[in-house]
C-alpha cells in the first residue's frame, strides 16, 4: 500500500491532499482542545473559523512558490485552481470570524472604531482590508486594467499583509495562544509561509543568477510568432519532457522578477538549444523580435505535467492545437520523431489562415519521420482549400478521432474559448476525462 501510494502519480497526489488537511487542521486542533477552550461554542466556532482561514493563507505560500515536487504531482492549472478558490473559502472563513462574534458579542462590534479600537482590533481590520483588496483585484484585474507585473507584485505584498496581521492579531488577543509552546507552533508556519517569499523573491533568482542563458537566435516564424534561441552559458543546460515549460528572464537581472512562462519548443532531448515559440501580443512579447544574439537570458524550469512522457504504455496520440497553443505539441511531435517513436499521432490544428499556421513546412517535414496525420482547420480559406473551416467542433472531432476513444491521451492547448469547447466535445464523445490534458497559457 505505501508502495502504490508513493509511486502512483495518483497516489503522491492523494498524499499531497492528506498533507494540506492535515496542515490546516492540526494546529486549530491543540488551540481549540487542549486545553479545553471555556468561552462559549460560538465563540469558538467563530475563532475556529478564523485559525482555519489563516492556516489556508499560510498555506497560499507554498502552493504559489513553484515547489517542483507539488507541482508535478498536478500541474500548474490545477494548482492556481485550487490556490483561487481556497483563497475564497479563507477569505469568507476570516470574514464570518468577526461576523459571528459580532452576533453573539454585539459589544464587540466597538472595535470596528478604528481610531480607539485597540490594536488587535486594527490589525484584524487592516488585514482584512489587505485580503479584500487582494481579492478584488485579482478577481477584477483584467476589469480594473491592472496590468499583469503591477498586480503580482501588489499581490505578494498584499498577501504578506493579511498574514503578517492576521497572525498579529492572534497573538494580540492571545486567549487561545496563551501557552508557549502555541505560539511557537503558529509562528513556524508563519515563518515558513514569510520564508517561501524570501525563497521565492531572493533565493531561486539567486540560483538563476549562477546559470545564465544567451541568446543565441531570433527568427521569425508564421503566425506572428517569433523563435527565440537560447544557448546555456558556463553549463549544461537542461533537457526536459516535452510539453512543459519555463519561466523567462530576459535582458535584465533574475531579481526583477519580471520573468515570463513559455512553453519549449525544441526537442526535449536537447540541452545546448533551448527553444521557444513567442507570440507578440504585449509589452514584453512585441519586443521579442528587438533584442540582439548575445542578450543575457535566465529560465525558471521545470515545469508542467502537459507531456506523453507520463503516458508511455499509450497506443497513441490526439494532439489538439489552435494558434500559438502548436508551441508544445510541436515540441512533443519533435521529440517523438528524434526518439523514432513509432505511434499514431494525430494533430488537428486550428489557425486563422493557411499562412498564418505556425511552425507549418516543420511540421509537414515531420510526416516523413512520424506516423503523423495532421488536419488544419482554417477560419479564413483561399480558393482552392478543400481542408476543414470553421472551427474545431464536435462534428469535426467525431471524424476524426479513433472509435475507440480510450485508445489515446488526448492534449489540448488553445485559447480558452477553444479549449472549453474541445473539452465539452471530447466529453459528449464519451473520451474519459482522465485522457484528457490541456495547457492554458492565461494564469491570471
Ligand atoms: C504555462 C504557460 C505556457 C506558455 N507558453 C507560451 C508559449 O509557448 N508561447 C507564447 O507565445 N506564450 C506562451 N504563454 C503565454 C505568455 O506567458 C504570455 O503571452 C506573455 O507572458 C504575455 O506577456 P506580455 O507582456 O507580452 O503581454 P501582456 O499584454 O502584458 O499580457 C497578456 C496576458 O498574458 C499574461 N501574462 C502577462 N505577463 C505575464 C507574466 N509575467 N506571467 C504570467 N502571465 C503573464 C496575463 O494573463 C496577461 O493578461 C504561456 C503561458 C503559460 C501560463
Not at 110 to 131: C, D, E, S, W, Y
Not at 193 to 198: E, G, K, N, R, S
Not at 263 to 270: H, K
Request: charged share 15%; glycine share 6%.
Amino acid at each position: 500500500m505505501r508502495r502504490l501510494l508513493m509511486h502512483s502519480p495518483i497516489g503522491v497526489a492523494a498524499l499531497w491532499i492528506l498533507a494540506y488537511l492535515l496542515i490546516t487542521l492540526f494546529p486549530l486542533m491543540v488551540l481549540l482542545f487542549y486545553p479545553p477552550p471555556e468561552q462559549g461554542f460560538w465563540v469558538d466556532f467563530s475563532v475556529g473559523l478564523g485559525f482555519i482561514g489563516l492556516a489556508m493563507m499560510a498555506l497560499q505560500f507554498v502552493l504559489t512558490a513553484r515547489v517542483n515536487r507539488i507541482e508535478s504531482s498536478y500541474g500548474i492549472d490545477i494548482l492556481l485552481q485550487f490556490h483561487r478558490y481556497t483563497s475564497l473559502v479563507a477569505f469568507f472563513m476570516v470574514l464570518l470570524h468577526p461576523v459571528i462574534l459580532f452576533i453573539v458579542q454585539p459589544e464587540t462590534i466597538q472595535l470596528l472604531n478604528f481610531p480607539q479600537a485597540p490594536l488587535r482590533a486594527k490589525m484584524a481590520v487592516l488585514g482584512t482590508i489587505a485580503f479584500l483588496a487582494m481579492v478584488i483585484t485579482t478577481i477584477w484585474r483584467k476589469q480594473l486594467k491592472i496590468p499583469y507585473e503591477p498586480w503580482r507584485a501588489s499581490h505578494t505584498i498584499l498577501a504578506a499583509l493579511a498574514l503578517g496581521l492576521g497572525f498579529g492579531h492572534t497573538i494580540a488577543v492571545g486567549n487561545y495562544l496563551g501557552l508557549f509552546w502555541k505560539v511557537v507552533l503558529w509562528s513556524g508556519m508563519i515563518l515558513i509561509a514569510l520564508w517561501l517569499i524570501l525563497y521565492v523573491r531572493l533565493v531561486k533568482p539567486w540560483l538563476m543568477q549562477k546559470k545564465p542563458y544567451v541568446v543565441e537566435e531570433i527568427l521569425p516564424q508564421r503566425g506572428e510568432v517569433w523563435t527565440l534561441a537560447l544557448r546555456p552559458l558556463g553549463h549544461d543546460g537542461f533537457t526536459f519532457h516535452p510539453g512543459q515549460f519555463s519561466w523567462l528572464t530576459l535582458n535584465i537581472t533574475p531579481f526583477s522578477m519580471r520573468e515570463h512562462p513559455f512553453s519549449m519548443s525544441s526537442s526535449g532531448d536537447r540541452s545546448d538549444r533551448i527553444e521557444f515559440g513567442i507570440k507578440a501580443i504585449g509589452d514584453f512579447t512585441k519586443r521579442i523580435q528587438d533584442y540582439k544574439p548575445g542578450t543575457k537570458a535566465y529560465l525558471d524550469g521545470l515545469y508542467g505535467v502537459f507531456t506523453i512522457d507520463r503516458y508511455g504504455d499509450s497506443a497513441g496520440f490526439v494532439l489538439i492545437a489552435g494558434g500559438v497553443g502548436i508551441t508544445p505539441i510541436y515540441s512533443i511531435l519533435l521529440t517523438a520523431a528524434e526518439r523514432k517513436d513509432d505511434r499514431p499521432f494525430l494533430l488537428i490544428y486550428a489557425a486563422p489562415s493557411w499562412n498564418d499556421i505556425t511552425y507549418r513546412e516543420a511540421l509537414e517535414e515531420l510526416k516523413k519521420t512520424l506516423n503523423l496525420t495532421i488536419v488544419y482547420v482554417l477560419r479564413k480559406t483561399h480558393d482552392n482549400w478543400e481542408g476543414e473551416t470553421g472551427y474545431v467542433d464536435r462534428a469535426l472531432l467525431e471524424k476524426y478521432i479513433p472509435q475507440h476513444r480510450g485508445s489515446r491521451q488526448y492534449f489540448i492547448c488553445a485559447a480558452p474559448v477553444m479549449m472549453d469547447a474541445v473539452e465539452r466535445a471530447l466529453f459528449e464523445l464519451k473520451v474519459p476525462v482522465t485522457n484528457v490534458h490541456m495547457e492554458h497559457f492565461n494564469l491570471a
